[in-house]
Protein backbone atom coordinates (compact mmCIF):
# COMPACT_ATOMS: atom_id res chain seq x y z
CA UNK A 1 0.00 0.00 0.00
CA UNK A 2 1.48 3.39 -0.76
CA UNK A 3 2.09 5.61 1.45
CA UNK A 4 0.22 9.48 0.16
CA UNK A 5 3.08 11.92 -1.06
CA UNK A 6 4.92 13.99 1.55
CA UNK A 7 4.79 17.55 1.64
CA UNK A 8 8.56 19.68 1.13
CA UNK A 9 9.00 19.74 4.66
CA UNK A 10 8.01 16.37 5.18
CA UNK A 11 10.27 15.10 2.78
CA UNK A 12 13.20 17.26 4.24
CA UNK A 13 12.03 16.02 7.69
CA UNK A 14 12.63 12.18 6.44
CA UNK A 15 16.27 12.59 4.68
CA UNK A 16 17.01 13.99 7.78
CA UNK A 17 15.47 11.36 9.92
CA UNK A 18 17.11 8.84 7.13
CA UNK A 19 20.83 10.17 7.91
CA UNK A 20 20.17 10.13 11.33
CA UNK A 21 19.25 6.34 11.02
CA UNK A 22 22.28 5.65 9.18
CA UNK A 23 24.79 7.31 11.55
CA UNK A 24 22.89 5.40 14.78
CA UNK A 25 22.90 2.20 13.34
CA UNK A 26 26.19 2.27 11.40
CA UNK A 27 27.64 -0.61 13.61
CA UNK A 28 24.84 -2.79 13.18
CA UNK A 29 24.41 -2.58 9.74
CA UNK A 30 28.33 -3.10 9.66
CA UNK A 31 27.72 -6.43 11.70
CA UNK A 32 24.97 -7.29 9.71
CA UNK A 33 26.99 -7.38 6.58
CA UNK A 34 29.47 -9.16 8.29
CA UNK A 35 27.55 -11.69 9.17
CA UNK A 36 25.87 -12.61 5.99
CA UNK A 37 29.18 -12.18 4.30
CA UNK A 38 30.52 -14.78 6.43
CA UNK A 39 27.74 -17.34 6.11
CA UNK A 40 27.28 -20.13 3.79
CA UNK A 41 24.15 -20.62 2.14
CA UNK A 42 23.68 -23.60 4.14
CA UNK A 43 23.88 -21.81 7.58
CA UNK A 44 21.84 -19.07 6.00
CA UNK A 45 19.12 -19.87 9.09
CA UNK A 46 19.02 -21.23 12.18
CA UNK A 47 21.74 -19.55 14.66
CA UNK A 48 22.28 -17.38 11.42
CA UNK A 49 18.64 -16.27 11.08
CA UNK A 50 18.04 -15.01 14.76
CA UNK A 51 21.29 -13.30 14.49
CA UNK A 52 20.38 -11.29 11.85
CA UNK A 53 16.72 -10.41 13.12
CA UNK A 54 18.06 -9.40 16.64
CA UNK A 55 20.04 -7.06 14.34
CA UNK A 56 17.53 -5.98 12.54
CA UNK A 57 15.35 -5.54 15.79
CA UNK A 58 18.01 -3.53 16.87
CA UNK A 59 17.91 -1.18 13.97
CA UNK A 60 14.39 -0.52 14.13
CA UNK A 61 14.35 0.22 17.89
CA UNK A 62 17.12 3.06 16.98
CA UNK A 63 15.17 4.29 14.09
CA UNK A 64 12.69 5.14 16.74
CA UNK A 65 14.45 6.25 18.82
CA UNK A 66 15.72 8.74 16.45
CA UNK A 67 12.55 9.75 15.14
CA UNK A 68 11.16 10.74 19.12
CA UNK A 69 14.42 12.55 19.97
CA UNK A 70 13.59 14.37 16.40
CA UNK A 71 10.09 14.92 17.93
CA UNK A 72 11.74 16.21 21.24
CA UNK A 73 14.24 18.70 19.60
CA UNK A 74 11.14 20.06 17.29
CA UNK A 75 8.70 20.61 20.49
CA UNK A 76 11.57 22.42 22.84
CA UNK A 77 10.79 25.85 20.36
CA UNK A 78 7.08 25.62 21.43
CA UNK A 79 7.29 25.78 25.21
Known sequence: MPFPPLSPEQ???AK???QAIREA???EIDELARTLA?????ELFGANEFKVRDLA???AAKA???RLAQK???TKGLA
Open 25 to 27: AAE
Open 72 to 74: KTA
Open 16 to 18: ALA
Open 11 to 13: QAD
Open 38 to 42: GTSDH
Open 57 to 59: HKI
Open 64 to 66: LEQ
